[in-house]
């Protein structure tokens, strides 16, 4: 994982550097199991409920889908404050800071997704328009899939770490998070 902080200005005023944090949820490993065998895998959805992930079938059915636009914090790259150690066993972030421009909130722009020949990186900036600073002290990657128990699209968290930076007033920061073997 790593994060560039800027000020309003733009101007760089940390890059942490790359720190391995990576706490893949078992979730992660139920994606892996239903694209390998190509079968319907239990997994906890992020409200806490039981779901079926739907194996890849092709057609317009999203399976482990990261990317998202500009202002939908539903999935992709979350950010929190929660401080309590990652487990497998995760299925949202302890306490998920919400898109937005108000007290306590993050700007959400796109979460992207980039392919490496032995990585998968999640990208996403968030910028602080709330007139304080923001900590964040967790983050996590929620991705969305057709669950085939309830026939609609559900999210379920494949990843969290603790990684703690400050987004100062007007600033921004941009954080990758880096999944490799």
Known sequence: MRA???DR???VLKDTGWKKTNTLTKNFYAFLHSAMHSKDTPCTRSDGTAGTIRRPV???DYFMD??????DDRW???VGTGTTEPTR???KLESKISHGTGAGQL???ASEVVYGPDYV???RTFANQSGADITINEVGIMARYYDADASAYKFALIARSLFTITIPAGGSATLYYKISG
Not at 66 to 71: I, L, T
């Open 107 to 109: 700007y959400y722009y």
């Open 76 to 78: 992709g790259m979350h």
């Open 9 to 11: 200005a733009g101007r």
């Open 58 to 60: 092709g057609g317009n």
């Open 121 to 123: 990186e999640v990208r």
């Open 4 to 6: 560039i902080v800027r």
């Open 89 to 91: 066993d995760d299925y």
């Open 66 to 71: 990261c990317y998202v636009s500009e202002g």
